[in-house]
């Protein structure tokens, strides 16, 4: 007997289904390559109060470097966080003995500011 499959769209999925789905993914590649060095990277800037000025979301995985986010409040663009915000999380991935990095934007996302940075593993 043939097994029916039904392909749902949806466009606000359970964060659970996502996740379950990451995890999936995650054992497969581990599994393959037997590396096991995951790790979450985040840094955040915060003012006095807490609030959040800047921060940037990665992760490291097999000598790799991925930038998932970076954001800079929009009133203190301009003054080099960005900037430092790469400068750091470069230097915990290489820390982590990481030796590449992947990011990826969208052409409206400061491309400008991608282009002129100077990454630290060449």
Same mark, same amino acid.
């Given at each position: 007997?043939?097994?029916?499959?039904?392909?749902?769209?949806?466009?606000?999925?359970?964060?659970?289904?996502?996740?379950?789905?990451?995890?999936?993914?995650?054992? /497969?590649?581990?599994?393959?390559?037997?590396?096991?060095?995951?790790?979450?990277? +985040?840094?955040?800037?915060?003012?006095?109060?807490?609030?959040?000025?800047?921060?940037?979301?990665?992760?490291?995985?097999?000598?790799?470097?991925?930038?998932?986010?970076?954001?800079?409040?929009?009133?203190?663009?301009?003054?080099?966080?960005?900037?430092?915000?790469?400068? +750091?999380?470069?230097?915990?991935?290489?820390?982590?003995?990481?030796?590449? +990095?992947?990011?990826?934007?969208?052409? /409206?996302?400061?491309?400008?500011?991608?282009?002129?940075?100077?990454?630290?593993?060449?």
């Amino acid at each position: 007997m043939e097994q029916q499959f039904q392909f749902d769209i949806e466009v606000n999925p359970d964060p659970q289904d996502i996740e379950s789905l990451r995890d999936h993914v995650d054992t /497969f590649n581990v599994e393959e390559t037997k590396i096991y060095d995951y790790g979450d990277l +985040a840094i955040f800037l915060r003012d006095s109060m807490r609030q959040l000025i800047a921060g940037i979301r990665a992760y490291t995985w097999g000598g790799c470097l991925d930038i998932r986010s970076l954001w800079v409040r929009e009133d203190f663009r301009g003054e080099g966080l960005g900037s430092k915000l790469m400068r +750091a999380v470069e230097q915990e991935a290489i820390r982590r003995g990481c030796h590449i +990095a992947t990011l990826e934007t969208h052409s /409206f996302q400061a491309p400008g500011f991608y282009e002129g940075q100077v990454p630290v593993f060449l």
